[in-house]
């Protein structure tokens, strides 16, 4: 469709990362339905994974339009098409990636100045600070987008000011301070600003604090219900037909993210975790470097911290699987904290138990998901907020010229072949909101990354928090100890990404998954999803 040349231009930037560009794409969404032209700035190979979103957005009769740049992947060291973080090979590359995204800030440059309309804002990444010094440029605000929660940025502000956790023990837990609730961690649980593995961002880091500074507003996380992310590598009326031939609130839904990757030891444990849970499960099985070795298994026989403590303590609606510390972005050094396939079941039985406080924990879950999903509708505080922010754009292009300067089988049958009829494994990116939004799923294993959570609060279901890197820890305190609505497999130590991947040994034991199902899972799904 043409784009109306008499409205404001949003221009979004999101860094390159599956879990960052969804929001922003519902972002756009919201914005577009305010009557402005949005525009996105992606590469090639995001163009093709979300140019259907788009297309079907625009069919609707929203104005937003994806500009593709070419991401300099062979000037930065990358191997051809790492065009996006999950496709890195291994997170030893992280830094080439980063190198590649600053080289960027003169071909967007060079689009700005012929653009139409006019750019009116840039509504950038946090994690892409050069385009304070274009915004400069071009006289526009710059709207800094933040994926993390309210939670994680408020505990994040207190460690920074505080600076406690410099006062003790790399593994003694402390109290964050400033906080209405009682939250512990350890250093060990901290994301990369506060704990800083052998890859040290610190110089990122610091740019990305001074630019925030810089910046006309901020913009958190929202959610759409929309089909968001990858095109999904399951039928969606097969995945949805296996689900209505189950209990309701009986399943459990195991994934970990689009960058957390298992190494094979791992891997094994979650998955017999799950088969001796009890429960039927699907588990998302993610491309990475140690595919063929999950495979061959399969077929032959710390900012998330913080996220964690948010659901845990805070929401209350889920429980821990007892991740203890953060593992760095592509270290290879070995850790002797590990979570076993026990401690996963029973953390999922947990979770779907039967007494009072796990019916409580349903309750607290459906309350929230109902208030999750009147924020999105017209008239609620996403939608709100999106139409106050147009306003003010709006304003101050009318107040000033804009000028263009420029993740060992145990008996003969295969793991599969025992979980047949019970077990759905998913090669790749699955359905997500779809999955969690059917009745036959009671319970979500999770790395505790925002938009997950925020998925799963939506779909009112009860959480099995495994956190591993970034503020991942904090969320798993905000879901288990604010909202309550969870139950932690209890991960003490925690990953940065590709560091579980290449590691021989393991975080998480089978037991430790099936006990917190055990905790977390009843025979009485469907009261609190009444």
């Not at 913080?306 to 972005?329: C, D, F, M, P, S």
């Not at 998954?513 to 977390?520: A, C, L, P, T």
């Amino acid at each position: 469709m043409a784009l109306p040349s008499d409205q404001p231009n949003f221009v979004l930037i999101p860094f390159m990362a599956p879990g960052h560009i969804i929001p922003m794409i519902d972002m756009a969404k919201l914005l577009a339905k305010c009557g402005i032209t949005v525009t996105i700035m992606v590469t090639p190979l995001d163009a093709t994974r979300f140019s259907s979103v788009i297309d079907r957005a625009v069919g609707s009769g929203l104005s937003i339009q994806l500009l593709q740049i070419r991401f300099p992947c062979q000037e930065a060291g990358l191997p051809p098409g790492c065009e996006s973080a999950d496709s890195l090979p291994t997170y030893d590359l992280m830094h080439n990636f980063f190198v590649a995204i600053n080289m960027l800030q003169k071909p967007v440059e060079e689009i700005l100045k012929g653009l139409k309309p006019s750019p009116g804002c840039i509504v950038c990444d946090k994690h892409i600070p050069w385009t304070a010094e274009t915004c400069n440029k071009f006289q526009i605000p710059r709207i800094i987008f933040d994926g993390m929660s309210c939670f994680t940025q408020l505990v994040t502000h207190n460690l920074y000011i505080s600076k406690i956790h410099e006062t003790v023990p790399a593994s003694v837990p402390f109290v964050v301070p400033g906080l209405p609730d009682k939250i512990e961690f350890t250093r060990l649980q901290l994301p990369g600003l506060f704990n800083p593995g052998s890859r040290d961002f610190t110089d990122l880091r610091e740019q990305v604090r001074k630019t925030e500074s810089q910046a006309y507003g901020w913009c958190n996380d929202s959610l759409d219900r929309a089909q968001r992310g990858n095109q999904a590598s399951i039928d969606s009326d097969q995945c949805l037909k296996w689900l209505d031939n189950r209990k309701p609130g009986s399943v459990i839904y195991a994934c970990l993210g689009s960058l957390s990757r298992l190494s094979p030891a791992q891997f094994i444990e979650l998955a017999l975790g799950l088969e001796e849970s009890g429960h039927p499960f699907i588990l998302v099985v993610k491309v990475g470097s140690k595919s063929e070795e999950i495979e061959e298994w399969i077929l032959d026989d710390g900012i998330e911290f913080l996220n964690e403590k948010l659901v845990v303590q805070i929401l209350e609606t889920g429980v821990r699987v007892g991740a203890q510390a953060v593992i760095h972005l592509g270290e290879e050094e070995k850790t002797e904290m590990m979570v076993m396939r026990g401690g996963i079941k029973e953390a999922i039985l947990r979770l779907m138990d039967e007494g009072q406080e796990a019916c409580e924990r349903r309750k607290r879950a459906q309350k929230l998901g109902e208030m999750a999903k009147r924020s999105i509708q017209e008239g609620g505080s996403s939608s709100l907020n999106i139409k106050l922010l147009v306003q003010d754009i709006e304003q101050l292009m009318k107040n000033k010229t804009i000028t263009l300067n420029y993740y060992t089988g145990l008996a003969e049958e295969t793991f599969e072949e025992r979980v047949e009829g019970r077990g759905l494994i998913i090669r790749g990116w699955a359905p997500q909101v779809l999955t969690l939004s059917n009745r036959s799923v009671g319970g979500f294993l999770t790395n505790c990354g925002w938009n997950s959570t925020l998925e799963g609060i939506c779909a009112c279901v009860l959480m099995t928090t495994w956190p591993m890197f970034a503020e991942q820890f904090y969320i798993e305190k905000f879901i288990v100890y604010v909202l309550k609505i969870g139950v932690r497999i209890r991960v003490e130590v925690g990953a940065r990404p590709g560091a579980v991947e290449e590691r021989s040994n393991t975080l998480v034991k089978w037991d430790q998954v099936k006990k917190s199902i055990e905790n977390s899972m009843d025979d009485d799904e469907e009261e609190g999803r009444e």
